[in-house]
């Protein structure tokens, strides 16, 4: 369960999530809004990547109270992933593997399931930016946490890939019971109908609106 308790998030001065709260059981869950709504910040607040007023609760663990067994739940992926040039996929995939306890077969798995092994040795700088796309959701996948956030994780990727991240989600879903936030212009149903929501962002506030 994860839970928003009046959530308020300004930059400067401008007021962008007003004074939200929400609860929301396991399950995929797809933020829409229009440019500029504030799907991102909120996202980034529940990462536990942005300060924020008010608190979040996931599976009853207080960001704000214990921000370290709260980070240690949640899997992210931004928008527009960047990491230095230097370093390998594999070195990233060591690095968050190692941190979320993932064993090598598990990682080797996922870097099958995203078709990432031909190039996972090769420098982040060499790789295209849906190459660099998928390894970005391959690391917020790594250790199976029980929640994870991705932002617009559809952008870049070929009709092939676009497919298989669908697939991986799903199959988290139902196998791991993990709850996914999602930031996407697609059409929600591309994913399933069956388990997809919508949380809609937009006009500073918040409302939930189950899609099923
Ligand atoms: N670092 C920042 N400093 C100041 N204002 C910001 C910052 N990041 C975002 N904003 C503002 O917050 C508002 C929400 O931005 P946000 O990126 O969360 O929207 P979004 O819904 O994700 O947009 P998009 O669909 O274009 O990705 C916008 O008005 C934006 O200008």
Not at 51 to 56: K, N, R, T
Not at 169 to 195: G, R
């Amino acid at each position: 369960m994860l839970r928003l308790e009046n959530v308020r998030k300004y930059y400067n001065r401008n007021l962008v999530i007003d004074s939200t709260s929400l609860e929301l059981d396991k399950g995929i869950f797809w933020i829409k809004g229009p440019n500029g709504s504030g799907k991102t910040t909120l996202l980034k607040m529940i990462a536990g990547m942005l300060p924020f007023e008010g608190d979040i609760v996931f599976n009853n663990i207080s960001l704000k109270r214990q921000p370290f067994a709260y980070r240690q739940m949640v899997g992210w992926a931004e928008a527009e992933p960047l990491y230095p040039s230097f370093v390998t996929g594999k070195d990233l995939l060591s690095l968050y593997g190692g941190i979320r306890k993932m064993t090598v077969d598990v990682r080797n798995e996922l870097l099958e399931k995203l078709r990432l092994s031909g190039y996972i040795n090769d420098p982040v700088g060499t790789y295209s930016a849906g190459m660099i796309k998928k390894l970005s959701l391959a690391l917020a996948f790594c250790g199976f946490p029980p929640l994870i956030i991705l932002d617009e994780p559809l952008i870049t990727l070929d009709p092939d890939a676009f497919l298989i991240v669908n697939k991986l989600i799903i199959e988290h879903h139902e196998t791991h019971k993990t709850t996914f936030l999602i930031s996407s212009h697609q059409d929600a149903a591309l994913l399933s109908a069956e388990v997809g929501k919508e949380l809609f962002v937009g006009n500073r506030t918040i409302t939930y609106s189950n899609v099923q």
